[in-house]
């Protein structure tokens, strides 16, 4: 090859090279992507080798246009990546990712983000203190707040769930959320509060409608979902005169008394929900106290094998050497009942491993039998086949972004024929009385809003309303025969109330 194809081909690869490094500078800097030359990126983000010759030295080429081009894009494009609006849309992701993730204020001035946000994206970043993090997250958070108020000014209706729970440090929390329907009709959530405060009924309800108030929310709200502590029932006898206005009326003695007594008796039957998933919580739970003999058992046995390093490494080798893939195991909580279904689920899959690694490691008993026995397993793997129908139902019952409250009649349903099929188990007899029981106390009523939902489901109506009706008498002995005139005849008053206000 005679120099001047030499010389050529080098200047092909280095205004490759050069494209390339555009090209990523367009990326990160928010420059366009260049015009001129080829198309061609290289896999190489370093500089081409220069080509040389064996009859002489390395061919090297003085620097020409090309690079004195290069040279002013660097400088464009590095001031480009430090105007106002980048620093600032910066601090705002850095607000984001710190309240996404759970990160400590300080996150952007530690040593390591700015030397991997230097190394990797900007390499004249500046660290953000955590003065100014926090400064920028309260302005975030306010902003944010008056944008959601501004589109619930186009939503017509909205639906709130609230939560209480306690903290590790024994403190009261109660969450606020509110579900409401898009321009899209796409279903949307938003934790709109979470507040610090002592769970009384009186507490409860004003802390919610001042979230109520500060949102627009009062004369929106169609219904609110709240689990069955008795706090909870005292708040909704305050909050129901406030929240009644979302059909549009306000109950007053000069109303026809027939539309008054309609008015009263929808707004009384929708507001007030409970939540279905601390309804099957409190069902599971009843049963689990039976059973609790062989439960308590498996939670000895992963106690003492989670309470020694050397017994988690000596398990983890008798994996290997069995051609097992070793794994943790976690104790279930009393608060969460599906935490023992996970349990099982994780530890019946290693009964071989597991059972000899505890028969081996921990002292038998005063008889001389193993802490875990065959009955335990026997024991474990029929729990674990019960409960799955519970797991599943609570899976379904807990989607935020597709409609759950057409779907309750088929959980109920499915929940009343697992019942039957176990009520004559053996093992699981006695267990299975008490949820019965609790089964009933909450869901032989059907609630009208279940009862709404299901019709107005295309492929259920009022058909497949008497079919569910039907099967759930002869599960429940319940007598439901006059259920659907009763449904039919609320469903009419409340399209009348729809029509009159929309």
Not at 46 to 57: F, H, I, L
Not at 280 to 308: E, P
Not at 343 to 369: C, E, N, W
Request: charge should be positive; include cysteine; hydrophobic fraction near 40%.
């Amino acid at each position: 090859m005679d120099l001047e194809a030499l010389a050529d081909e080098e200047e092909r690869r280095l205004r490759a090279h050069n494209e390339e490094e555009d090209a990523r500078r367009a990326l990160f800097g928010g420059m366009p992507p260049p015009r001129d030359g080829g198309s061609r990126i290289t896999s190489s983000m370093s500089p081409p080798a220069v080509a040389s010759t064996a009859a002489g030295p390395s061919n090297t080429r003085k620097r020409g246009p090309i690079s004195k081009v290069r040279d002013d894009f660097d400088e464009i494009s590095m001031t480009s990546m430090f105007d106002g609006s980048t620093l600032v849309l910066a601090r705002t992701e850095l607000c984001r990712l710190i309240a996404r993730e759970d990160l400590p204020l300080w996150f952007g001035e530690s040593d390591s983000f700015a030397e991997y946000i230097t190394r990797a994206h900007n390499p004249k970043f500046v660290k953000c203190s955590r003065q100014t993090t926090a400064r920028d997250l309260v302005k975030h958070y306010n902003e944010r707040v008056a944008k959601l108020i501004e589109t619930f000014k186009s939503v017509s209706s909205v639906a709130l769930t609230s939560d209480i729970w306690n903290g590790k440090a024994k403190e009261d929390y109660l969450s606020v959320v509110a579900h409401y329907v898009n321009s899209n009709w796409e279903l949307e959530k938003r934790l709109i509060r979470l507040i610090d405060v002592k769970h009384s009924g009186s507490n409860i309800a004003d802390r919610v409608n001042t979230v109520a108030e500060e949102y627009e929310l009062s004369d929106k709200i169609f219904a609110i979902t709240l689990d069955n502590a008795s706090s909870n029932k005292t708040a909704m006898s305050f909050l129901k005169p406030l929240f009644k206005g979302y059909l549009g009326f306000e109950l007053s003695a000069t109303e026809d008394d027939e539309k008054s007594d309609a008015q009263q008796e929808l707004s009384a039957i929708l507001l007030h929900q409970r939540c279905a998933y601390h309804i099957i919580n409190l069902i599971v739970k009843c049963g689990l106290k039976r059973l609790k003999a062989y439960l308590d058992d498996f939670r000895t046995a992963i106690n003492f094998l989670n309470s020694s390093n050397q017994r988690i490494a000596a398990y983890k080798s008798y994996c290997l050497s069995m051609g097992v893939s070793p794994r943790k195991f976690g104790v279930d909580m009393d608060v969460r009942w599906n935490s023992t279904y996970l349990m099982l689920k994780y530890l019946v899959p290693h009964r071989s491993t597991f059972s000899v690694f505890i028969q081996t490691q921990y002292p038998l008993s005063a008889d001389g039998s193993p802490l875990l026995t065959n009955d335990h397993w026997y024991v474990a793997e029929k729990v674990l086949s019960f409960l799955q129908l519970f797991y599943d139902s609570t899976v379904v019952l807990s989607g935020v972004y597709y409609p759950t409250s057409s779907l309750m009649l088929h959980q109920i349903l499915k929940i009343a024929r697992h019942l039957n099929a176990f009520e004559n188990d053996r093992l699981l007899r006695h267990a299975i009385v008490p949820m019965k029981d609790k089964f009933l106390k909450y869901w032989r009523e059907i609630l009208i809003l279940y009862a709404f939902a299901f019709i107005l489901d295309p492929r259920a109506k009022m058909r497949g309303f008497h079919k569910v009706l039907v099967r759930l008498m002869s599960l429940t002995g319940t007598d439901y025969s006059m259920l659907p005139h009763d449904v039919r005849k609320k469903l009419t008053k409340l399209f009348q109330l729809y029509e009159t206000v929309w």
